[in-house]
């Protein structure tokens, strides 16, 4: 898991160590500015929804291609599980390691030009900056859950 944390005006830096020790031990913790909080919402609160949608798309495109769907599924898992450790593991830039595996005139290569086609690096910072404006509101929209179309949350 993945935590922030942010000191109110009373709190000391005693405070925001032993909320990051109690954080910790469920996951990452890192200490933030307020300010960074709507952005954090729409990429990290909001981020499990995105690669769950993403790992449904490339396990249906295995599907597609004749892989059984559970083994379509555990490899789509496994290779995001594998792709992020690579990330936090040694600290390299994503599109260092993309290029590691892209070789020059083969399948992935091709496959990352099908993804540039279809504009997904726009596609996906267009989201996170929606979530982001959203989650800006999202105190504003406590007024407005009777106005939500019923079976809805307002901000949802």
């Not at 954080?23 to 995105?50: K, M």
């Not at 798309?57 to 594998?82: N, S, Y």
């Not at 590691?100 to 900056?129: F, H, N, Q, S």
């Amino acid at each position: 898991g993945m935590t922030v944390i942010c000191g109110g005006r009373n709190a000391g830096k005693g405070d925001l160590e032993r909320a990051g020790r109690i954080f910790e031990a469920v996951g990452r913790c890192l200490p933030v500015g307020e300010i960074d909080f709507n952005a954090i919402t729409a990429l990290s609160g909001s981020g499990p929804a995105y690669q769950f949608l993403m790992m449904e798309a490339l396990a249906e495109a295995g599907v597609r291609v004749g892989l059984p769907r559970q083994l379509a599924l555990t490899l789509v898992a496994q290779t995001a599980l594998g792709a992020a450790r690579m990330v936090l593991e040694t600290g390299r830039h994503p599109a260092a390691l993309r290029d590691d595996v892209a070789t020059p005139a083969g399948c992935t290569i091709g496959g990352l030009l099908m993804l540039e086609d279809g504009r997904i690096r726009a596609v996906l910072a267009r989201a996170v900056e929606e979530a982001a404006r959203i989650a800006a509101h999202l105190g504003d929209a406590s007024a407005k859950v009777s106005e939500a179309a019923p079976g809805q949350r307002a901000g949802h």
